[in-house]
């Protein structure tokens, strides 16, 4: 069936999708239905396999909001965010993408490690995909992750 709705798009006080904040109201650890609250539904899921079962995860993509979640199969919590180059919404440390290393290094500090086209923040789970020193992209882990994103990024 169709839904329909009376109320008006565009007014803000009606708009469904909340302002989303990585690191404010969304963050890793958090439940994957706390995230679709904020998100609205998903509408693609792939599942990723892993070495073995407790290592399969899914992914779940919002391309219009630049942001994927990935999670493992056997849990309901965010496992990891994935920020896009066209990224709708909001760091809670004030960086976003566009933001210039040295905007970076005064929100979060000096990384860990750093190369021409990544800053590594391992402490926070934070690694900030640059290129032309500006901000591109973002991966967030939770703690010790295990995702296998996780292990491409802390190879340093």
């Known amino acids: 069936?169709?839904?329909s709705s009376d109320k008006k798009v565009g007014s803000p006080e009606n708009n469904n999708s909340k302002t989303?904040?990585?690191g404010g109201n969304l963050k890793v650890g958090m439940t994957l239905s706390q995230a679709f609250e904020i998100l609205g539904t998903?509408?693609?899921i792939n599942v990723i396999r892993?070495?073995?079962p407790s290592f399969d995860s899914i992914s779940i993509k919002?391309?219009?909001k630049g942001i994927i979640l990935h999670a493992f199969t056997n849990n309901t919590r965010i496992e990891a965010l994935e920020v896009l180059p066209n990224f709708k919404g909001e760091f809670i440390e004030g960086v976003n993408i566009g933001s210039k290393i040295e905007d970076l290094i005064k929100a979060c500090g000096i990384p860990k490690s750093m190369?021409?086209?990544i800053a590594r923040y391992p402490q926070k789970g934070i690694?900030?995909?640059l290129d032309n020193k500006a901000v591109v992209s973002v991966q967030v882990f939770s703690r010790n992750?295990?995702?296998l994103n996780s292990r491409l990024y802390q190879n340093e």
Do not use: A, C, M, Q
């Open 62 to 64: 919002y391309l219009s």
């Open 115 to 117: 190369e021409s086209f």
């Open 1 to 3: 069936g169709v839904i």
């Open 145 to 147: 992750s295990k995702i």
């Open 20 to 22: 989303f904040v990585v």
């Open 50 to 52: 892993g070495g073995n």
């Open 42 to 44: 998903p509408k693609f």
């Open 127 to 129: 690694y900030f995909s």
